[in-house]
């Protein structure tokens, strides 16, 4: 998995509680991604970072904060998890953006709201 | 584990036989292409890419075409083996954009 790993990779969590993933990587690439994965849905970007302290917002952003304190490290907040954000939650780098910005999955967190 | 989804299409072949897999992408100013294979309980892992400049190109047992009068990508296994079963979806990249993902194709090999 391209030198990613997230934690935990899976969480049993209830409603109203706030939820952290981490997501970590060891090859120093710049740019890095959060997806839900649903049933009926392809991948669905949340949010993203291209660089340290520079996130912007996915298309599926509501509900979600991100932090990037570290190139490494690419953290995703449910402030409040809901029963809508149980999923498959991916996390995803790449070295540069626009063409030619192929992007590498982590093994992926699978989420439940209760 | 982790899956894709519940009610994809599905292409089921015979191990040793080539298999096609179709995606129709949205936007005829994509510029990039990416196909992507993902195993039950696993991430997505990228196979093979091509810019729009071109309309085909070949990796380790792996083909892709792109045809963009029609919008159209297609993704060519040859001999197909039980480990090639898995999700493969398609990403497209519109001028620089962000990927845009398919909801994917299951291929179930036949030993």
């Known amino acids: 998995d391209a030198g990613i790993t997230q934690s935990p990779r899976h969480k049993v969590t209830e409603t109203g509680t706030p939820v952290t993933l981490r997501c970590h990587q060891t090859e120093n690439h710049r740019y890095m991604y959060w997806y839900r994965q649903d049933p009926g849905h392809g991948l669905r970007l949340i949010h993203y970072s291209y660089g340290v302290k520079d996130t912007d917002k996915g298309e599926v952003s509501d509900g979600y904060s991100v932090s990037r304190s570290k190139t490494e490290d690419f953290l995703l907040t449910l402030e409040s998890a809901t029963s809508s954000q149980t999923s498959v939650y991916f996390c995803?780098?790449?070295?540069?953006?626009?063409?030619?910005?192929?992007?590498?999955f982590g093994p992926g967190t699978r989420l439940t709201v209760l | 584990g982790e899956s894709v989804g519940l009610h994809l299409p599905t292409l089921s072949v015979q191990e040793g036989d080539n298999s096609i897999i179709n995606c129709a992408y949205s936007?005829?100013?994509?510029?990039?292409f990416i196909w992507y294979k993902q195993e039950s309980g696993k991430g997505p892992q990228f196979i093979i890419d091509?810019?729009?400049?071109?309309d085909k190109r070949q990796g380790q047992r792996v083909t892709v075409l792109l045809n963009k009068t029609v919008k159209h990508l297609s993704l060519q296994i040859a001999a197909t083996q039980p480990g090639d079963s898995a999700v493969y979806f398609c990403a497209e990249n519109i001028l620089g954009g962000k990927l845009i993902f398919g909801q994917g194709t299951e291929l179930s090999v036949k030993p």
């Open positions: 995803a780098i790449s070295e540069r953006e626009g063409i030619y910005n192929e992007q590498f």
């Open positions: 936007n005829s100013a994509s510029d990039y």
């Open positions: 091509i810019r729009s400049n071109m």
